[in-house]
């Protein structure tokens, strides 16, 4: 069963804007990740956050983690034609086996 | 420097028919993991390798089995096709379990007519 749900499933906006995706999960975690798939592609990894951290950045990209709401959500600042593409959500849970349950993803469109 | 590299990229089967998707990874990783992409449903666990020498089901295990050949290469055997593991295999590699980022390779792409 899927564990993230991401929202919204679509995103279209111009470039130089920013991209806000959410992602809501079930259960307690060990971290949170967050990847890009381009078209044809395998998933890259982004960006990493840790149950005990409320925010992380790398870059243009910044990522929250609400444990009490069960949320997360990702921000692309300043976005450009190149950040088209799909972002998942990925769970670990606490007993660390080192699976990963995905969301069903959120597909941006940056057009120029 | 590679990272993970699946191989096939691409295959078409016939239902019944069996095949190996192979994958090695360069970056001395302990663990290794076989997801499936369908559309609308993001990725999905199959199989997934700890260690060399070990291996778990993940969700969607039925009709798979996976082999942890050495620490390099982790292989996922199909016995017997059947339409409905029509999809986009990954495999991935990570440094440890659960709290490092995974890798991915780009995927083979495997239709079963």
């Known amino acids: 069963s899927q564990q993230g749900e991401e929202d919204p499933q679509a995103l279209s906006i111009q470039e130089g804007e920013n991209a806000t995706m959410n992602c809501s999960y079930k259960t307690s975690i060990n971290n949170l990740q967050w990847y890009r798939q381009n078209s044809g592609r395998g998933l890259v990894h982004l960006i990493l956050?840790?149950?005990?951290?409320r925010e992380k950045h790398s870059g243009r990209l910044r990522v929250t983690l609400d444990t009490s709401k069960k949320s997360s959500s990702l921000l692309i600042t300043a976005s450009r034609a190149a950040d088209t593409a799909s972002y998942f959500c990925a769970t670990a849970k606490p007993s660390n086996t080192g699976k990963l349950i995905f969301g069903q993803g959120t597909t941006l469109q940056v057009k120029p | 420097n590679a990272g993970v590299t699946q191989t096939p990229k691409f295959q078409v089967l016939k239902t019944g028919q069996s095949m190996t998707l192979q994958c090695a990874q360069d970056m001395n990783h302990n663990s290794m993991y076989w997801y499936r992409q369908d559309p609308g449903m993001g990725l999905r666990l199959i199989y997934y390798s700890a260690s060399e020498g070990t291996t778990d089901k993940g969700e969607v295990p039925n009709g798979y089995n996976v082999s942890r050949l050495n620490k390099r290469e982790f292989s996922l055997r199909l016995e017997s096709a059947a339409p409905s593991q029509t999809s986009v295999y990954f495999c991935?590699?990570?440094?440890?379990?659960?709290?490092?980022?995974?890798?991915f390779g780009d995927g083979t792409r495997l239709s079963i007519l």
């Open positions: 956050i840790r149950s005990n951290e």
């Open positions: 991935a590699s990570s440094d440890r379990q659960g709290d490092q980022p995974q890798h």
